[in-house]
């Protein structure tokens, strides 16, 4: 074999940009209609839903999304506990907050934010939380209901993604969606999830072989590996759909600090039909649907299951 596109003319037209796929818009509005839902839940029920987010240690990347998430909690009109833990605090400190937060009738959802710091392990601590608050969806419960399509709670950046490709392209069936990534925060999840909306999936990982071979019959391509634009123009199918879930901080030359992804641009966006952008696209989506999470957490708990 030559070159990947050599023996194939891109069926697109030279000028051809992909559309973008606005996910800073999409969940500014999905925060308005949870902002009347929370409105509307508290005139039926007296409860205002209650979010506590507990960070351990002092990354400064860590305390802008940790304060992010408050005020947009606030925003939707729900209540927003903070518990910032010393990089000193042992998993047994951290264990008991969790237990107060899942005993605590105010707060529906409980968020630890990761990575945590070495000696802490994140997998205790998230399956201590009760799957019923557990609104990162990443304890063991909430993971077995998604495999097995019960309803549960999905994690937020996955189901961030989903919603964005049910509104770009609506039914999803036969569709080739190929995951470049299989954590269980995102790939994993995500791929279950295409799964459930009939995709062909395939999953490619560090020791997938030809990963840009296989990108190149995606129909969707989903990249969440966190290696900064290891996608490349060439990798991906004229008119797919990308979804870039990368988000890498840069310093630019002039000592600017510069948001990158996981997918090349300015060569992806000459190639793809549709294409995520960084800043923008999933980032914001996130937290929209942490908010999302919180408010089916308070409903499923205080009006009972299935709500
Ligand atoms: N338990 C847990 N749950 C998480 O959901 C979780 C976490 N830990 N640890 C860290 C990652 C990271 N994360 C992001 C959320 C929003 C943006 C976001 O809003 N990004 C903006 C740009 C923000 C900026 O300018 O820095 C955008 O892409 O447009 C990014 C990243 C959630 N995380």
């Known amino acids: 074999m030559t070159g990947p596109m050599s023996s194939t003319p891109s069926p697109l037209p030279s000028d051809h940009r992909a559309s973008l796929i606005d996910g800073k818009a999409f969940a500014t509005a999905l925060r308005q209609t949870i902002r009347q839902d929370v409105q509307d839940f508290r005139a039926r029920h007296g409860i205002t839903p209650g979010l506590a987010v507990v960070l351990v240690g002092n990354d400064p990347a860590s305390e802008v999304y940790v304060r992010n998430k408050a005020i947009q909690t606030h925003h939707a009109g729900m209540r927003s506990f903070m518990h ?10 951290l264990l008991n907050l969790v237990e107060r937060l899942n005993k605590d ?27 019923e608050k557990d609104v990162d969806g990443l304890g063991v419960v ?34 080739h969606a190929v995951v470049i990534g299989c954590s269980n925060l995102v790939g994993k ?27 190149r019959e995606a129909d969707i391509l989903v990249v969440a590996t966190g290696s900064r634009e290891l996608v490349r123009g060439d990798w991906i199918k004229p008119g797919a759909t ?66």
């Open 84 to 93: 910032m833990l010393p990089e000193s605090t042992s998993e047994q400190e």
């Open 105 to 131: 009738p105010e707060i529906h959802g409980i968020l630890v934010q990761l990575p945590l710091p070495g000696g802490l392990d994140a997998g205790r601590v998230t399956n201590a939380i009760l799957p």
């Open 142 to 175: 909430n993971a077995g209901r998604l495999a097995v399509n019960q309803p549960g709670i999905v994690p937020c950046t996955p189901l961030g993604c989903l919603m964005l490709l049910r509104d770009q392209l609506g039914d999803m069936t036969g569709l």
């Open 189 to 215: 999840p995500l791929a279950l999830l295409l799964l459930a909306e009939g995709c062909t999936v395939s999953i490619a990982h560090i020791h997938t072989r030809d990963t840009a071979a296989l990108a």
């Open 242 to 307: 990308v979804i870039d879930v990368g988000i890498t901080r840069m310093q630019t030359p002039e000592g600017k600090s510069r948001l990158v992804g996981d997918v090349a641009f300015d060569e992806a966006v000459k190639v793809a039909g549709r294409i995520t952008p960084v800043p923008g696209g999933v980032g914001p989506m996130t937290i929209a649907c942490l908010l999302n999470n919180t408010l089916a957490a308070a409903r499923m708990q205080v009006e009972g299951a299935g709500a």
